[in-house]
């Protein structure tokens, strides 16, 4: 795994009701549920997440892997310039880390702090 891998934490996760997350769930394999170092802020619509040092900031999402080549560059422009892909180690439930995509969140509001770090939670 590796730079064919992407880590989905709101609008890309499986039950997202948009095209977007269809297009990640017809064309690429879904790993399972995964977590990484970072803050999580509700924007509204959808969440951001910016990258963290602090032990106890975890993000919560998913691993996929893609099978599309081409898929990447259209989410490139689904996440837009707000959000920068960059890699990062996400963990997977049984401790492996796995070196994967993520859009971190570059804007200038961050909203309200999702201490859960689970979108879908939104507490």
């Known amino acids: ?10 609008t890309l996760r499986r039950g997202s009701n948009n095209k977007f997350a269809r ?3 017809d064309r690429a394999q ?7 170092p970072g803050r999580l802020y509700d924007l509204g619509p959808y969440p951001g997440a910016v990258a963290s040092n602090q032990p106890d900031d975890r993000v ?19 996440e837009g310039a707000e959000f920068e892909r960059a890699s990062v180690a996400a963990q997977t439930e049984n401790g492996e880390r796995v070196e994967c995509w993520i859009y ?11 201490l ?8």
């Open 1 to 10: 795994m590796g730079a064919d891998c992407l880590f989905v934490y709101g």
């Open 23 to 25: 297009l990640l769930e």
């Open 30 to 36: 879904f790993l399972g549920a995964a977590r990484v």
């Open 60 to 78: 919560h999402g998913e691993l996929h892997r893609l099978t599309d080549p081409q898929l990447l560059p259209l989410l490139d422009d689904y």
């Open 104 to 114: 971190w969140y570059r804007g200038a509001e961050k909203g309200r702090r999702i």
């Open 116 to 123: 859960s770090g689970d979108w879908f939670l939104r507490v």
